[in-house]
């Protein structure tokens, strides 16, 4: 039973507008919330990250919006850049992991295209 | 000072072996988590050390895995009598402590034929 789910396994965007990815959970314990970005061959890159007394952390090109009540995050992107094109992980932790580990979802590839 | 890093950064294996995958964390941090990436799938949580306690093993599939931290620092996690299922790339994670951000390492990328 997958507790975080990214329901689009791919999304291709055009230079310069908004990508926008999207992430589902079920756990209610969980009250922090990251995107990471993968390359080919490395690892798991943090971008940014949302506690969920927030409903939006902004940084830069890239903004997560947290609605609790729908149990849904979004990453935005924009502008889009080609360099941005990666695997991106939704995770999350919550208050019944003492351990802090990371529950992922199963990533979305990202293509901008010039 | 450096990221995490791992080795070997492959490892190709036959069924039925032992191998032993190592993680060197970020100096200072006293959290460690490993996880897999199966092809095509999301990270999927392994076990995570913090400071001297007993390690979490919770998500460690089967007995043929296991892992430990020496000196609190370098980890080493060991799968005995491989199985294709294996085949996955292994990441390790560091951070300074429960709660902030994890730091990935490059990942080992296991293929048991």
């Known amino acids: 039973d997958q507790q975080v789910k990214q329901n689009s396994p791919s999304l291709s965007v055009q230079e310069g507008r908004i990508s926008i990815l999207n992430c589902d959970y079920t756990?209610?314990?969980?009250?922090?919330f990251l995107w990471y970005k993968k390359y080919p061959a490395e690892g798991p890159t943090f971008l940014i990250s949302i506690s969920s007394i927030k409903d939006k952390n902004e940084d830069g090109r890239f903004t997560v919006f947290l609605n609790k009540s729908a149990k849904h995050l979004s990453l935005h992107i924009v502008p889009s850049q080609p360099g941005d094109s990666a695997v991106y992980f939704c995770?999350?932790?919550?208050?019944?992991?003492?351990?802090?580990?990371?529950?992922f979802g199963g990533g979305t590839r990202l293509m901008v295209k010039p | 000072g450096a990221g995490v890093s791992q080795s070997p950064s492959n490892k190709v294996t036959e069924k039925g072996k032992d191998v032993e995958l190592r993680c060197d964390p970020i100096s200072g941090h006293t959290a460690l988590y490993w996880y897999r990436q199966s092809l095509g799938q999301g990270l999927e949580f392994l076990i995570y050390?913090?400071?001297?306690?007993?390690?979490?093993k919770s998500g460690l599939p089967s007995d043929r895995f296991s892992a430990e931290r020496t000196g609190g620092s370098v980890s080493t996690l060991t799968i005995q009598r491989t199985q294709q299922e294996d085949s996955a790339v292994y990441l390790c994670?560091?951070?300074?402590?429960?709660?902030?951000?994890?730091?990935f390492g490059p990942g080992t990328r296991l293929l048991v034929l």
């Open positions: 994670a560091s951070t300074g402590g429960a709660y902030e951000t994890q730091y």
């Open positions: 995770a999350a932790s919550g208050r019944d992991n003492a351990g802090n580990m990371l529950t």
């Open positions: 756990n209610s314990m969980f009250d922090y």
């Open positions: 050390f913090q400071g001297n306690s007993a390690p979490d």
